[in-house]
C-alpha cells in the first residue's frame, strides 16, 4: 500500500529575501497531507531507502545550484523584471524571481516535463507548474492519477506532495514569450540531465509538448525518434520510456486540444510502463 509521502524537496532551501517555496513536501507535516490515494506510486515506494534519502540529500542541492543561477542574461533580467512589477492580481505577494527546480517524489518513477516556468506562475510561486492554469490541469490530472496528495498546487506550504511522481522543466527561468533560444536551453538542460541521474527509479519520462521532447529524447538518448504527438511512446536506452503528451497550456485547453480524457490515458499509460507492462 502506498504509504504517507516522505514528499520531496519543494523548492530550493537556498536562502532567500524574497518568496520561500521551501518545506511543502518535506515530510514533517505528513499527517496534515493525509495520504496520496491509493495505488499507482505504490512501486514507486516500495523499498524507499537510503538510495532515495540519498536522492532527495542530492536534489536537494542540485535545488540549491538551480536556485543560484545566473547564466542568461536576458532571462535573469525578464524574471527578475517580471517579479518587481508584478501583475496586478498578485500585487501583494512577493514573487520567486529565480530559477525553478523540480518538484516531487525522489523515488519516482514517472517524471514530467515541461517547456520552463510560467512568467506570472512558478516565477511568482517558485513550485514548477504552480500559480498558473497549465499548473491547475496538471496536478488535477495528477490527483486523479493517484499521484498527487490533493487536487491543487497553489503555493510552496499549501501541503501538496507527489508519490511516485516528480515535476520538472526543460529551463529552469520564465522565458519572454515562452521561448527561450536554443542557447538558453542548451545552458540550462545540464540541470535536467542531472535531476534525470539522480532520480534513478524514473523508468518514464512524460513529455509535456515538443519542445520537452525534443530535449528529452536526446538527454535519454532516444533513437530513432518518433515525431511528436499526443499519446506517442518513445523507447529509451535503459528500458526507460518517454511518452509525449499535449503541453497543459491554456492555449491546447481552452480550445479542446487537450481534454482531461486525454491527459488522464497519457498518465494511465505512464503508470502501466513505470509497473513494468509493456504491449
Ligand atoms: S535558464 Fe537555466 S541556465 Fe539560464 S539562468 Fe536560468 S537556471 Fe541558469
Not at 504509504?3 to 536562502?15: C, E, K, L, V
Not at 507527489?162 to 538542460?189: F, H, I, K, M, S
Not at 486525454?262 to 505512464?270: G, S, T, Y
Request: glycine letters at 14%; proline letters at 7%.
Amino acid at each position: 500500500m502506498l504509504g504517507r509521502t516522505s514528499g520531496g524537496h519543494d523548492g530550493p532551501s537556498y536562502a532567500v529575501a524574497v518568496a520561500d517555496p521551501t518545506g511543502a513536501a518535506h515530510g514533517e507535516d505528513g499527517a496534515a497531507r493525509g495520504e496520496v490515494r491509493a495505488g499507482q506510486g505504490g512501486e514507486a515506494r516500495a523499498g524507499q531507502g537510503g538510495e532515495a534519502r540519498a536522492g532527495r540529500g542530492a536534489l536537494a542541492v542540485l535545488a540549491d545550484e538551480i536556485a543560484a543561477c545566473r547564466a542568461c542574461p536576458r532571462l535573469v533580467a525578464h524574471r527578475e523584471a517580471v517579479a518587481a512589477a508584478r501583475r496586478a492580481a498578485f500585487a501583494d505577494q512577493v514573487y520567486w524571481g529565480r530559477p525553478v527546480p523540480g518538484f516531487g517524489d525522489p523515488a519516482a518513477t514517472i517524471v514530467l516535463v515541461g517547456l520552463a516556468p510560467a512568467a506570472h506562475g512558478a516565477n511568482r510561486t517558485g513550485r514548477m507548474f504552480t500559480g498558473d492554469r497549465s499548473g491547475d490541469w496538471l496536478y488535477a490530472a495528477l490527483w486523479r492519477a493517484g499521484l498527487a496528495s490533493q487536487p491543487s498546487s497553489v503555493a510552496a506550504g499549501d501541503g501538496l506532495a507527489l508519490a511516485g511522481a516528480y515535476v520538472t522543466a526543460v529551463v529552469r527561468c520564465a522565458p519572454p514569450a515562452n521561448r527561450p533560444t536554443p542557447q538558453e536551453r542548451d545552458r540550462c538542460v545540464p540541470f535536467l540531465r542531472r535531476e534525470l541521474a539522480l532520480l534513478d527509479r524514473a523508468r518514464v519520462v512524460v513529455a509535456l509538448g515538443g519542445f520537452a521532447y525534443q530535449a528529452v529524447a536526446v538527454e535519454l538518448g532516444v533513437r530513432p525518434r518518433p515525431r511528436f504527438g499526443h499519446g506517442v511512446e518513445a523507447p529509451a536506452p535503459g528500458g526507460k520510456v518517454v511518452v509525449c503528451s499535449y503541453h497543459p497550456s491554456q492555449q491546447n485547453t481552452f480550445t479542446g486540444r487537450l481534454t482531461e480524457p486525454m491527459l488522464d490515458a497519457v498518465l494511465a499509460r505512464a503508470i502501466e510502463l513505470a509497473r513494468g507492462r509493456r504491449p
